[in-house]
């Protein structure tokens, strides 16, 4: 089903942003830098109902594969991932927001949890 391929490309993204990015330097350089457990849940559309990954940010920046995104020194985090955008909002060693794409041209959305670990 390609809705759940774009799910599941979502988070083999994040995950090859997490070993791309898994040799930054041990001082954290922008206040949401680090390792972050990332739950994303569909609420409309025949997605992927939940899946989870960790992911590394670096300097603010999310990258690698598909994945383009930042994490703004106030939280505000803005992501794209082959045609899938997400926003939200971190705020000390949390954060959530939303998400959504289309799949054959069928909406695909929910929201999205994280923790720093």
């Known amino acids: 089903m390609r809705s759940s391929r774009i799910h599941s490309l979502l988070f083999a993204s994040f995950l090859a942003s997490a070993a791309t990015l898994a040799s930054a330097p041990a001082s954290a350089q922008h206040p949401y830098d680090g390792l972050w457990q990332v739950t994303v849940v569909t609420k409309t559309g025949s ?67 994280a923790s720093r670990q």
Do not use: F, H, M
Request: net charge positive; aromatic share 4%; proline share 1%.
């Open 47 to 113: 997605c992927d109902a939940q899946t989870t990954s960790t992911v590394n940010v670096t300097d603010g920046k999310i990258s690698g594969g598909p994945v383009t995104g930042t994490v703004g020194s106030g939280g505000l985090v803005r992501v794209s991932i082959n045609g899938a955008y997400a926003n939200g909002q971190l705020s000390g060693n949390s954060g959530s927001g939303k998400w959504n794409g289309a799949s054959a041209g069928v909406a695909c959305s929910g929201r999205w949890e």
